[in-house]
């Protein structure tokens, strides 16, 4: 459905995406344990909205609607009420509509949704937000509150690691049905922390690793799920970040554009949209992301294009399994050669069609309720040039987003066009 208002992207910001492994995530084996914390939740929506208003130079006093995407704050952190917090964050706010969003991993991707809603009503200028901290509890403990993004009834009991099972599980079914090896996975690992080495925000910034490393379990990359079935199937490697961070960025209509001094082309359009959501209650086939595919053509059509004319896209790498069956849901490629695209360079930066270009989930990391806000920041920051040593060559004319939340149940979609 053609939105009834223009809706333009014009900045935002990030903060960093940190978390154990990253060189500023003070945990006990730190030097600065005991010296100094890690940011607050608070304190980085903050960071996130104190950077999108520099970027931008919007007065916030000018700001319609505020929205903020988040998972799970009130067991990580023990807080709610986050519209409230976003809104806390410059007294220019006091008084202004803002609600916070929840969608499992795509809350983020629901408050851009309901950003772009709000310009369609009416409005001129969203700040649009996502953030998450999850460092605050161990491994097992944080795993069970993740959980609840599945049928915690129905599937807690798969493994302690719930999600990382139930994609195990994927990869296992991927296996039976066409080969798909560990080998094969490597490539997506390796593409993803290569890229997220060249990105100061990433979470993996630092961490270097190599192919044979990743394709096979050893020495710190080890196969540790619990499920003996599924035990043999997913490593480390394939796993995303367990990160703290948040990004912004401000939505704008074409009056909201005129009324900051910006052209078109200082700015980017967000022209499809896709928002599907499928049963918490039944599984589908698991060597399919068919509520992804459902999401991104409904993009797609709105937009009036196809993969054909995409330049850059950011999907939801959860998982390394999830990458290669998302570039059959954006139509890339089929699933059995998604392997082979991805080692052949098609998606690096570079390629003919760069995905993840920062690092994706499992290098640039995966504050949840952040990233569905940060893909499209990142389609806005490719397309205008701003990332540095992990810039596309040439800007690329459109750009298409996969925000998944829970097992392929809940995505969202956006189809962005550059401003000329």
Not at 1 to 9: D, G, K, P, T
Not at 95 to 118: N, T, Y
Not at 363 to 376: D, L, M, R
């Amino acid at each position: 459905m053609a939105l009834s208002r223009r809706v333009f992207v014009v900045g935002g910001a990030h903060t960093k995406f940190i978390g154990k492994g990253h060189p500023d995530f003070i945990w006990k084996r730190h030097p600065d344990f005991g010296k100094r914390e890690n940011p607050t939740l608070p304190e980085l929506i903050q960071q996130a909205v104190d950077g999108t208003l520099a970027d931008t130079g919007v007065d916030p006093a000018t700001v319609d609607r505020l929205y903020i995407g988040n998972f799970v704050a009130e067991l990580f952190v023990n807080q709610g009420h986050l519209g409230s917090a976003l809104v806390g964050t410059n007294p220019a706010f006091s008084g202004k509509p803002a609600a916070r969003l929840e969608a499992a991993c795509a809350s983020g991707g629901l408050a851009v949704m309901a950003g772009v809603d709000a310009i369609a009503a009416g409005a001129n200028t969203v700040l649009v937000a996502g953030a998450e901290v999850q460092t605050t509890q161990s491994a097992r403990v944080g795993a069970d509150y993740l959980a609840r993004a599945a049928d915690y009834g129905r599937q807690r009991g798969i493994d302690e690691f719930t999600f990382p099972a139930l994609f195990a599980l994927r990869i296992k079914a991927a296996h039976e049905a066409w080969g798909l090896s560990h080998d094969d996975l490597g490539h997506f690992a390796v593409k993803a922390y290569s890229n997220a080495n060249k990105n100061p925000k990433a979470h993996m910034v630092a961490k270097h690793i190599t192919y044979d490393w990743a394709r096979a379990a050893g020495d710190g990359n080890p196969a540790f799920l619990s499920n003996e079935e599924l035990h043999p199937w997913l490593k480390v490697s394939d796993c995303s970040q367990v990160s703290d961070g948040a990004s912004a960025m401000i939505l704008v209509s074409l009056d909201g554009l005129k009324a900051l001094g910006l052209t078109e082309a200082d700015a980017v359009e967000i022209v499809g949209r896709g928002h599907a959501v499928s049963s918490l209650f039944e599984d589908g086939d698991p060597t399919e992301l068919s509520t992804v595919k459902m999401a991104v053509q409904r993009a797609y059509v709105d937009a009036g294009i196809s993969v054909k004319d995409v330049g850059v896209a950011e999907v939801h790498d959860c998982f390394t399994i999830t990458e290669l069956l998302s570039y059959d849901a954006l139509g890339i490629c089929s699933k059995e050669d998604a392997a082979a695209v991805c080692a052949d360079g098609v998606t690096a930066i570079d390629g003919k069609l760069p995905v993840n270009t920062g690092g994706g989930l499992v290098g640039f990391g995966h504050p949840v309720g952040a990233t569905g806000v940060k893909q499209v920041l990142e389609i806005f920051r490719q397309m205008k040039g701003r990332c540095g040593d992990y810039q596309v060559p040439t800007p690329p004319r459109w750009g298409i987003t996969s925000n998944m939340g829970g097992d392929d149940k809940t995505v969202v979609s956006v189809a962005i066009r550059n401003g000329q």
